[in-house]
């Protein structure tokens, strides 16, 4: 299930997964609430099943009359629900948060059918993580988290006694190299950035929002020991809902008040990150909050691109210091010194990116998580 026709890091590894799936065993199909998004677009394109069913954004309030509507949606919506799971006949459900679990719990757990809750994020605040391990030792069956610390989420509060009943275990996202750059004709897209050959381009991928850390970049790059180095930054993203606009106006106003315009460029949306990851010199992502497991850090390891990360989140799992990556406090003088001593040797860390296209076969591949992910459907089913 997908709360989201848009398409990002977790809808892109989703498809991943799904085409790689023992089809003689498993037959999926992906819930969507619209057709008009390019996440739509991409699972037809592979031929995978879709289903639309509306899926409204439910909002939590105080007001005791939107409390009262907000639970008859959920039962309205868990009875549609429930026809849908009988007439696909389906024995698996798969949601990426308790958001979309929220759609069909009483439905599974009234049709005895097994609904796991995959941890894609960690939440920011403990009654929020406390939340939604009660409702995990509730209602789910298995619990697979994109990382060790996204698991922390659930291990920490959940209920030891029902979660010992549970198949909980962490499978890395995985990105298949050859299949992310199949079709891939090398075109320079930020020639026009670029003045000479000597100026590094810096890439940072992601929706405009507080958590990727977009104003720490850039305060890193306004920093005295970085601001005059031969240094062009992109952004690539846009806003993901409209609550985020006043962060992208941030983002514009101090690119504006510190004369940056020159130097970094907002490029929006866009679908095929993979001409800006080639002709790019060092990928940052520098999240301000934990970030479970971004894709991007592994989209980036596949062109053998030096990536500079905070150390927050999952990160640390997939990056180790100065051997395929190289991480930071989220700190804009910590990341600035980062940035300086990469522009500064680039020319000598050829071997950042060679160990970081290697790790991607060994430890980050989509085969491996496949292997893992029909794991705990055997597991979950008692094949």
């Known amino acids: 299930m997908s709360r989201t026709s848009k398409l990002t890091g977790p809808e892109n590894i989703l498809i991943d997964v799904i085409r790689k799936l023992d089809k003689r065993k498993f037959f999926p199909v992906v819930v ?4 008009k998004g390019p996440f739509f677009k991409k699972l037809k394109l592979y031929g995978i099943d879709v289903i639309v069913r509306r899926m409204p954004f439910l909002r ?3 007001n005791p009359f939107l409390i009262l509507w907000f639970f008859i ?3 309205v919506l868990n009875i549609n629900f429930s026809f849908l799971l009988k007439k696909q006949d389906i024995d698996i459900t798969v949601c990426n948060s308790v958001q979309e679990a929220l759609f069909l719990f009483l439905a599974v757990k009234f049709l005895r059918k097994k609904l796991i809750i995959c941890f894609k994020n960690i939440l920011d605040r403990e009654w929020k993580k406390k939340l939604r391990a009660r409702f995990c030792d509730i209602f ?3 619990i697979v988290a994109v990382s060790d610390k996204a698991l922390e989420d659930y291990i920490l509060f959940a209920d030891k006694g029902r979660a010992k009943n549970k198949i909980i275990e962490t499978i890395y996202d995985g990105v298949d190299c050859r299949e992310f750059k199949r079709d891939f004709a090398e075109r320079d897209a930020i020639k026009k950035y670029r003045n000479s050959s000597t100026e590094i381009i810096i890439l940072n ?3 405009l929002t507080e958590l990727k850390g977009q104003m720490l970049l850039l305060e890193a790059l306004n920093s005295d020991r970085i601001r ?8 690539l993203g846009d806003v993901y809902h409209k609550s985020e606009l006043p962060y992208k106006e941030r983002i514009e106003k101090y690119i504006l008040e510190n004369n940056l315009e020159g130097k970094v460029f907002m490029m929006g949306y866009r679908e095929d990150v993979r001409y800006y990851l080639n002709e790019s010199d060092i990928i940052v992502h520098c999240p301000v909050k934990d970030d479970a497991f971004p894709r991007v850090i592994l989209e980036a390891f596949c062109f053998g691109k030096i990536v500079i990360a905070t150390r927050v989140g999952g990160i640390p799992e997939m990056i180790k210091e100065n051997y395929n990556g190289f991480l930071c406090g989220v700190d804009k003088e910590k990341l600035a010194d980062k940035i ?3 522009c500064s040797n680039i020319d000598k860390l050829g071997y950042i990116g060679r160990n970081a296209r290697d790790m991607v076969g060994r ?3 989509v085969k491996e998580q496949v292997v893992e992910t029909e794991g705990v459907y055997n597991k979950i089913l008692k094949i």
């Open 32 to 35: 969507l609430p619209d057709d």
């Open 73 to 75: 949606n959920i039962v």
């Open 205 to 207: 991928i992601g929706n």
């Open 363 to 365: 430890k980050f591949s």
């Open 140 to 142: 789910a069956g298995s």
């Open 228 to 235: 005059n180095l031969a240094v062009k930054t992109l952004l």
């Open 340 to 342: 300086l001593y990469v």
């Open 60 to 62: 939590v309030t105080r």
